[in-house]
């Protein structure tokens, strides 16, 4: 469970009649049963539950059951999608590694009113589903040239193309960074409606810029953004 308060030895953590009625009464929870919480900072901690009442509670801190880990060094760089979608992406990202999450404002895309909150609360969700500790970063959306100048030199920038030739994706990103000592990465998915040809020529202007093929079929912007985050895992790992 998320919380954002501190977590030290002894600390009492009231608990909102949501979290108190799915701890109480979804989860049956009882009082000898740890909780498990985690705070993206302090690490994992155990927590005694205190129900005092059906949808009323708190949490008593125990001891830390992992110490904080940190995130993987890779930047997913996104053109918004529609809400519902967006939600989803987020989710994804944080599932398959991303350590921060920048929505990039394209000539086409489609919803480029970004609820950060909601993209926030998707991320939470997202790490306390896949048991990671630290919630990625967001950051402000950004239009494309501004958020590849934000990126550090050395990042490789993993630009997914659907124009790019149709070669292995595989070894095209095992040639472009050594899985034995890969650089810091970031990947760029376009919106729907695709990246214009100036935005195209202005990301493959960015040097340490790969762009790859996810093959012969025109993918959705989130089917490319898990199968491209899926590779990066698979060839370059965390
Ligand atoms: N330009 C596409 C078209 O002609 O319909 C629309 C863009 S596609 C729906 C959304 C994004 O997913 C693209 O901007 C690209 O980043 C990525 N994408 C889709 N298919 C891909 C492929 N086969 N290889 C690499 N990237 C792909």
């Known amino acids: 469970l998320f919380v954002e308060a501190d977590l030290a030895p002894g600390l009492v953590l009231p608990l909102d ?15 000898e049963d740890p909780v498990l919480v985690f705070n993206g900072r ?6 005694r539950l205190v129900a005092k009442g059906r949808k009323d509670g708190e949490l008593h801190c125990v001891d830390q059951a992992r110490p904080q880990t940190g995130l993987p060094d890779l930047h997913y760089l996104f053109a918004p999608l529609k809400s519902a979608r967006l939600d989803y992406l987020a989710q994804k990202a944080v599932e398959m590694g991303a350590g921060l999450i920048r929505p990039v404002l394209t000539r086409y895309t489609q919803g480029d009113r970004v609820n950060l909150d909601r993209l926030r609360a998707n991320t939470i969700e997202a790490a306390e589903q896949c048991g990671i500790l630290a919630i990625p970063g967001l950051a402000p959306p950004a239009r494309l040239p501004d958020a590849l100048a934000a990126l550090e030199p050395e990042r490789l920038l993993v630009f997914c193309d659907e124009d790019a030739p149709i070669a292995d994706p595989v070894c095209a990103l095992r040639g472009a ?15 729907e409606g695709g990246f214009s040809e100036e935005e195209r020529e202005t990301i493959r202007a960015r040097p340490n810029t790969v762009a790859l093929s ?9 089917t490319a953004a898990v199968a491209v985050l899926a590779l990066v895992q698979a060839v370059v790992g965390d």
Do not use: F
């Open 17 to 31: 009649r949501a979290q108190a009625n799915y701890l109480i009464n979804v989860l049956r929870r009882g009082e």
């Open 42 to 47: 302090h690490g994992e901690w155990r927590t």
């Open 177 to 191: 960074a050594d899985p034995a000592a890969p650089p810091p990465l970031a990947v760029l998915v376009g919106p």
């Open 214 to 222: 996810l093959g012969p079929r025109i993918l959705r912007a989130d």
